[in-house]
């Protein structure tokens, strides 16, 4: 699957080869505060963590993965979106509600462009039938998260424990239905 460029943005899905990219948007403590407090992530964590993990959900033909951001404008490599089933690392994987989730450098936050990617590449998975709704999470005292989400549509359904294989937080998760094209 092809996510064409949407206003600002260009996008493609990444592979166990963008080590170095992932590695780049977990070096800024800002950008991890919400994830696990703002230590930076190791190279190791990402080969030995993130790569497998991502290596288990991703799927090039149902768009899901971690899609590589980049401006139009000077190509930079700003972040990602994650795309994949809900409570994938669970019994209990919802192959019709796709989870996104995002990570992007500080210099570039405020500017609009999680909402913009995401919003288009719920666009671009909107063809396939099966996906009835999309949803995200993030812990309660991350507004500017919740506000991306918001803006995405996603109406908040409930505050909970997540679980995950990589250990359990308390979030709110939001979902919308899926967006007919």
């Given at each position: 699957?092809?996510?064409?460029?949407?206003?600002?943005?260009?996008?493609?899905?990444?592979?166990?080869?963008?080590?170095?990219?992932?590695?780049?948007?977990?070096?800024?403590?800002?950008?991890?505060?919400?994830?696990?407090?703002?230590?930076?992530?190791?190279?190791?964590?990402?080969?030995?963590?993130?790569?497998?993990?991502?290596?288990?959900?991703?799927?090039?033909?149902?768009?899901?993965?971690?899609w590589q951001v980049n401006t139009l404008e000077s190509r930079q490599y700003i972040g990602w979106v994650l795309v994949r089933p809900n409570d994938f690392f669970s019994a209990k994987v919802q192959f019709d509600n796709l989870e996104l989730g995002w990570r992007f450098k500080s210099?570039?936050?405020?500017?609009?462009?999680?909402?913009?990617?995401?919003?288009?590449?719920?666009?671009?998975?909107?063809?396939?039938?099966?996906?009835?709704?999309?949803?995200?999470?993030?812990?309660?005292?991350?507004?500017?998260?919740?506000?991306?989400?918001?803006?995405?549509?996603?109406?908040?359904?409930?505050?909970?424990?997540?679980?995950?294989?990589?250990?359990?937080?308390?979030?709110?998760?939001?979902?919308?239905?899926?967006?007919?094209?």
């Amino acid at each position: 699957m092809i996510v064409p460029a949407s206003e600002r943005l260009s996008y493609r899905l990444m592979t166990d080869q963008d080590a170095d990219l992932l590695f780049e948007v977990d070096q800024d403590p800002k950008v991890l505060k919400y994830i696990n407090g703002g230590t930076v992530t190791s190279m190791q964590e990402i080969k030995k963590v993130m790569i497998p993990r991502l290596k288990k959900y991703l799927d090039p033909s149902k768009g899901w993965g971690i899609w590589q951001v980049n401006t139009l404008e000077s190509r930079q490599y700003i972040g990602w979106v994650l795309v994949r089933p809900n409570d994938f690392f669970s019994a209990k994987v919802q192959f019709d509600n796709l989870e996104l989730g995002w990570r992007f450098k500080s210099h570039v936050w405020g500017q609009g462009f999680a909402t913009e990617s995401a919003t288009h590449i719920m666009r671009g998975l909107s063809f396939n039938d099966t996906i009835q709704k999309f949803c995200a999470i993030a812990v309660p005292e991350n507004t500017d998260s919740i506000r991306v989400m918001e803006k995405l549509g996603m109406h908040y359904v409930k505050t909970y424990i997540h679980q995950d294989p990589l250990g359990n937080s308390r979030a709110v998760y939001y979902e919308r239905n899926r967006i007919d094209v």
